[in-house]
């Protein structure tokens, strides 16, 4: 079964509010990367995050890895209509061959001017 | 902008007939897979290779076949197209990193198959 987790599954929110996507595991992760996809497109690349605890910052967003290294969180800071998409987490099991990646179901993400 | 690509972008077929997906980076990458992904969906790993030779099936259990002749090629084959195959295929590469972590994927811009 789906082994990351990935909610909310939707999220709408005015032009300038905050958004947060959250991703869990089922079993603890090597690393975890974080991809966007705009509509239409393929995903692209963010992130990754490997140390425990570990947070990394990109301007507005800001990428979180848990403690235990199984939940990992995504915020957005103001949001823009340039950030509509699917933002989708990856994260390598580790008892799974090197490079696969398992992906979250991803949230969508609208954002009303 | 990574160099990867896909062909056709937009393949509309019948039933039965078989089908080849073009998958090609110039980057030489080792690792290569293939991913489906219905419309708001996840992606599903269906294939991937770690160098030439080199094919194993993913997480998803998939009719479709490939193989890896050449590091640049990585080809997706459904022998017989059903319309349950209908859905987008998106081609990605990484390169290899002998150390643990870091093995960002490229993706290419996809092909959006419709099975008549």
């Known amino acids: 079964g789906q082994q990351v987790m990935q909610i909310p599954q939707y999220q709408h929110v005015q032009e300038g509010e905050d958004f947060t996507t959250y991703c869990n595991s089922s079993?603890?992760?090597?690393?975890i990367q974080w991809y966007k996809q705009r509509p239409g497109g393929h995903p692209v690349f963010l992130i990754q995050?490997?140390?425990?605890?570990e947070v990394k910052k990109q301007k507005r967003l800001t990428f979180q890895f848990g403690e235990a290294k199984k939940n990992s969180s995504l915020h957005i800071t103001a949001t823009q209509t340039t950030d509509v998409g699917t933002y989708f987490c990856?994260?390598?099991?580790?008892?799974?061959?090197?490079?696969?990646?398992?992906f979250g179901q991803g949230t969508i993400l609208t954002v009303h001017p | 902008e990574a160099d990867i690509y896909q062909t056709p972008r937009y393949l509309v077929i019948g039933t039965g007939k078989k089908i080849t997906l073009e998958c090609s980076q110039t980057?030489?990458?080792?690792?290569m897979y293939w991913y489906q992904q219905d419309p708001g969906m996840e992606l599903h790993l269906i294939h991937y290779?770690?160098?030439?030779?080199?094919?194993e099936k993913g997480d998803l259990s998939s009719e479709s076949t490939v193989s890896r002749i050449r590091t640049e090629h990585f080809p997706l084959t459904l022998e017989s197209a059903r319309p349950s195959h209908t859905s987008q295929y998106l081609c990605?590469?990484?390169?290899?990193?002998?150390?643990?972590?870091?093995?960002?994927?490229?993706f290419g811009p996809g092909t959006r198959l419709t099975v008549l």
């Open positions: 990605a590469s990484s390169p290899w990193d002998s150390e643990v972590s870091y093995n960002e994927q490229f």
């Open positions: 079993t603890t992760l090597s690393n």
């Open positions: 995050l490997v140390k425990s605890g």
């Open positions: 990856a994260g390598r099991l580790l008892e799974t061959s090197y490079g696969k990646l398992t």
């Open positions: 980057m030489g990458h080792d690792k």
């Open positions: 290779s770690y160098g030439v030779n080199s094919t």
